[in-house]
RNA sequence: GCGGUCGUAGCUCAGCUGGAUAGAGUACCAGACUACGAAUCUGGUGGUCGCAGGUUCGACUCCUGCCGACCGCGCCA
């Protein structure tokens, strides 16, 4: 909405100066105060050329344009900023129209038109088997959030969800499973709790093998049998899959999050051999101590792609994907929303394709994510068995949201299902609320807050709206007749209009974080708003009971809508 | 050694493509519920933005160097 009033005012702004209208539209800009106006143009650039001081550039541009443009109600020049201040009233009905497109289903709250583009993003994409971490939450959540930012931006978007289901450990899991001696023996209970089973099943496994070599030997063995197509084998990993799906599905229902497509990375078995000659064929695979690699210019170590041992490699299954995304599944854009170590292998795999000759390497993008450490002890490790799992971290906040209801609002109905989405908001939240590439040390004070600055705190915001909302009886028009000057209308509306600008600063730069901290603010304005101006007061007149009412509707909708977007409901009560 | 990322208030962190007096939360102090929901709001204390240069009308933001923390570096994924 904001971009509509800069279209508007560059184009005016440039028909009465020299600069080009785009050159104006980046110079704009939102200032932080509402005593600032709604835009603020810098004239510092102008100074050399026109060899006078901003601030008498300034006035001269006040002068030239006071109450020559539309909808501006006051220009003012402070130093060498020239502020504009537009018609409260027009402000508010264009906040009010866009949201009630997006209420009427015609354009979702700050949308863009479609493209004809496609984003194929790759998240979550855990190790069959192995029980999610709290890491996982940031891989899964992130990736969310910007495959719905995507989508806001008009992308067409392919949500891969790629699982780690291949490797040795299948096969020494395989092993374990159905001839190790001593895990026949001690009865995993696979028919109760299949997925408990099959990692404590692989805890064991691990740890026997360290003791004794020889089982990681026959473990491997066993995946040979796998990859050669042994069907007694293949039919347990499959079965190891299943149960894995099953719990993920658990989990993802509980997170709110959803994939296109369910992709393994035994999905390229068949096709790394002839990734391989592609790569030959281009002249770019050169033997190098009994492997085959790609040699990367610049401070980069060679990609390998082919193990003195004939076997490929990660980064050969992950070219292979690359090229499969883009030439099968017609992706323009492919991100890989994967942890921050990941960093050379992706600038390799990414340099590689480039070598390749494919011009839309420059269009992948490594997500990265910084990892969750211990304050004392540093890394998480699944092996070491010092791991946070994310089912933990979200039944503990489950439990404090029940808690908290109970203590505050014991009469609510539907308390589980409320408890559930304010738990599960608050780790959410927590998570996408900060730069994505810093690294987190595990807190539990910090991750169970639900005061200030949280997940809790927006949607208790937008509670309060909609109580306000079910109070008032009557129809509210979309259309307000006066203009609400208030510091705190001001401000809330002005917060309000900055969202289509946030989301797509948030997808430009694949940040999430940008849209949270932006709902926070709105929530701010909006707490501000409420303590000082009555809405459902019987004194006030109609027509501003009206228009606050139509200000906490569009409140309303867009922390919702924005909600959503980061992939978090939004309680009716709670 | 080489490469990457980070360093902002006691603590945890925001700060969008460089812009107006560097902002929140938390903690601490002082206020506001017979009230549209106090999971809230209003004040106050608290900062040489790691250090030193450079570019610029203007630098927390860009460049260089140094210090500190973390991650990665040929046959694991």
Redesign the pocket.
Known sequence: MIDILKAQLSSELASGTQLPKEQIY??L?????I???HL?F?V??L??ELKKA?PLIAQELKAKFDGKISHVEQITS????L?FTFDLKYLQNLLSHAVADSTSGKVRLGYQKPKNERVVIDYSSP?VAKPMSIGHLRATMIGQAVRNLADSQGYQVTGLNYL?D???QFGKLAYAYSEWPAGKNKNYDFTQKPFEALYQLYVDFHKAAEENPELDAKGSLTFKRLEEGDKEIEKIWKMFLDISLNEYKRIYGLLNVNFDLIQG?SFYNDKLESTVELINKKGLLAE????Q?VFLDD????C?I????G?????T?DIASAIHRHDGMKGDHLLYVV???????F?QVFKVLEKMGYDWAKRCHHVAF??Y?F?DI??MSTRKGNVIFMDDVLNKSIEL?EK??EE??PD?SDKKL??QQ?GVG?IVFNDL???R?????F?WD?VL??????G??V???A??C???LR?FEGEIPVETEIPLASSEEKTLVKQLL?YP??LS?SY??F?P??LA?YL?EV??AF??F????????DNLDEKTKLARLRLVQCTETLLTEGLKTLGIQS????
Request: hydrophobic share 30%; charged share 30%.
């Open positions: 980046q110079l800009e939102n200032p932080k105060s005593e600032h106006g603020a810098p510092f650039m100074a050399k901003p402070v130093g060498g900023y502020n190790n780690g291949w490797g040795v990375e190098s101590d009994g492997a690699v401070d980069m170590p060679p390998i082919k193990k003195s041992d076997a490929s490699l990660y980064a299954r942890g921050v170590d990941q960093n050379l292998h600038r910084g990892m450490r304050k540093g890394k949201a908290i209801i505050k609002n609510l409320i408890a304010v608050a609320s900060s730069d590439i810093k690294n987190v040390d807190d910090r807050d639900f005061e200030g600055d949280s809790p705190y949607q208790y915001c509670v309060r909609k109580s306000i109070k900055l600008e946030i600063i430009k730069n940040k974080s940008f901290q926070l929530c701010k707490g501000s409420y303590t000082h101006n009555k809405i459902l007061d309680p009716q009560k709670m």
